[in-house]
């Protein structure tokens, strides 16, 4: 059974750093495409970062420079770190998988197969 768990949300302060993590089972991460995906309240939910089987990755422009996505395949996880964290980067963030080679889009994350049940962000004073 295909489940995705993520952990490592809580309440940061502006400029702060969290470490989102998203535990595969299931299936192995290093043959799927992996992604990250916000939603904030009211509003559409939008691609922040993917990265395919063979490494590749996609940032959203609002985002380049301050998160990094990884895959650590022993621990069959992916991470998102995020830096420089602004208010405006509250929202709950979802993992989702696809396997390689099929359509998805990192802006929408449309097309992705399977999905977490999200960890709640929230950046404020």
């Known amino acids: 059974q295909v489940q995705l768990v993520e952990s490592g949300g809580g309440l940061v302060q502006p400029g702060g750093s969290l470490r989102l993590s998203c535990a595969a089972s299931?299936?192995?991460?290093?043959?799927?495409?992996m992604g990250w995906f916000r939603q904030a309240p009211g509003k559409e939910r939008e691609g922040v970062s993917c990265?395919?089987?063979?490494?590749?990755?996609y940032y959203a422009d609002s985002v380049k420079g301050r998160f990094t996505i990884s895959r650590y395949n022993a621990k069959n996880t992916v991470y998102l770190q995020t830096n420089s964290l602004k208010p405006e980067d509250t929202a709950v963030y979802y993992c989702?998988?696809?396997?390689?080679?099929?359509?998805?889009?990192?802006?929408?994350?449309?097309?992705?197969?399977?999905w977490g049940k999200g960890t709640l962000v929230t950046v404020s004073s």
């Open positions: 989702a998988a696809i396997p390689a080679g099929k359509y998805y889009s990192c802006r929408t994350g449309d097309g992705m197969n399977y």
């Open positions: 990265i395919r089987a063979d490494g590749s990755t």
């Open positions: 299931g299936f192995t991460v290093n043959y799927y495409a």
